[in-house]
């Protein structure tokens, strides 16, 4: 496997806590190049986190 076989790992999480619910919300990517911070979206990952939040925040029953 040459170096332009390889791949890195680019993994960018979001989470929330309240009364009784701990949840984290992870993207998980593969990259040719070398990762930077600033290859994340931050506000697409918020707005994610935020979507699958109020999916599973709802009452039971």
Not at 12 to 28: P, Q
Not at 32 to 60: C, F, G, H, W, Y
């Amino acid at each position: 496997m040459g170096a332009a076989d390889r791949y890195a790992l680019l993994i960018s999480l979001c989470a929330w806590a309240d009364g009784n619910t701990v949840a984290m919300v992870m993207v998980v990517s593969a990259e040719r190049s070398e990762p930077s911070s600033e290859s994340v979206d931050l506000n697409r990952l918020a707005a994610l986190t935020l979507k699958v939040r109020a999916e599973v925040r709802q009452p039971i029953g």
